[in-house]
């Protein structure tokens, strides 16, 4: 299994960024609306097992498969942008401005919610015979999810807060060395590896993630979850969305880029620096110099 180390890893990373930053608002959309879909079901697919099987750690370690693919695929996530978009600011790649990056994070987040949302109300269809039936038991463990983590943390206030934003940041943390774990091997079976993980880990601690939440909540209100839009909204996804930002960027993205990118950086400019050593003539010549006219 092919491996890059991490000082070849950087400008990769910054490369990606860059070429996602300055990609089209229609070919942003594309991606990362399929990204948003394909997390969305393999989110379904993981309550699914766990549902069925009582073991919820099957769930957890099903659940990757969809964030395998959606990335071999070539398809964004927010999350991933959280911290390949401001490296290649941080760089100074050309035409990369944090205009652009912000940019970028609006059109993948507006892509990645209507993915999810369309699975949401696909799967609310298939667990509910199209509306026809009361939800089933995977649909009713949805609207549970829901319930719990919003009514839930408001309950405990200003610390329900505080833990929901830590759990952000600690799932942007795994995640987004699950976007590295893409770039960090060259063959296939390398790249599922080591995004599997760190993405399982994520899963089965039940930390927040602002796309997987995006299919969650929108499924547990139509299928009879007992919250309110704004309840998901203030008491999920933006705090959600703010630690998965401070998380990915503050404990992958940045210490890599300060510890390896600039230690390649100050590598390079001192082998450009470095002073050529003079080449020696040939003694003859220098003899026949020397020679008085």
């Not at 205009?99 to 696909?122: D, E, T």
Request: aromatic share 10%.
């Amino acid at each position: 299994m092919s491996y890059v180390k991490p000082a070849e890893l950087v400008p990769i990373l910054v490369d990606a960024g860059a070429n996602k930053v300055l990609l089209s608002t229609r070919d942003t959309l594309i991606r990362s609306t399929m990204g948003g879909a394909i997390l969305a079901i393999a989110a379904a697919f993981a309550v699914t097992v766990t549902v069925t099987t009582g073991h919820a750690i099957l769930g957890a370690v099903l659940f990757p498969v969809g964030f395998i693919m959606l990335y071999l695929l070539g398809y964004d996530l927010l999350t991933g942008m959280f911290v390949l978009g401001p490296l290649a600011w941080l760089d100074k790649r050309p035409g990369v401005t944090l205009r652009g990056v912000l940019r970028n994070w609006g059109l993948v987040f507006v892509g990645n919610f209507l993915g999810a949302f369309a699975v949401a109300v696909m799967m609310a269809i298939v667990v509910t015979y199209g509306f026809d039936t009361p939800p089933n038991e995977v649909g009713q463990a949805i609207g549970h999810i829901g319930e719990g983590r919003t009514v839930g943390y408001a309950e405990h206030g200003a610390s329900g807060m505080l833990t929901l934003f830590v759990r952000g940041m600690l799932c942007n943390w795994m995640v987004s060395m699950g976007v590295i774990g893409a770039m960090i091997a060259k063959d296939v079976p390398g790249k599922a590896i080591a995004m599997w993980m760190p993405v399982m880990l994520f899963f089965f601690m039940a930390f927040e993630h602002s796309i997987v939440n995006m299919f969650l909540f929108p499924s547990g209100l139509l299928l009879g979850g007992e919250f309110t839009i704004m309840d998901y909204l203030v008491w999920n996804e933006i705090p959600t969305v703010v630690g998965n930002l401070v998380g990915g960027l503050l404990l992958t993205g940045l210490p890599l880029y300060f510890t390896h990118g600039r230690q390649k950086a100050r590598r390079d400019a001192d082998a450009d620096a470095a002073p050529v050593a003079p080449v020696a003539e040939p003694t003859a010549q220098r003899e026949l110099v020397s020679e008085p006219a």
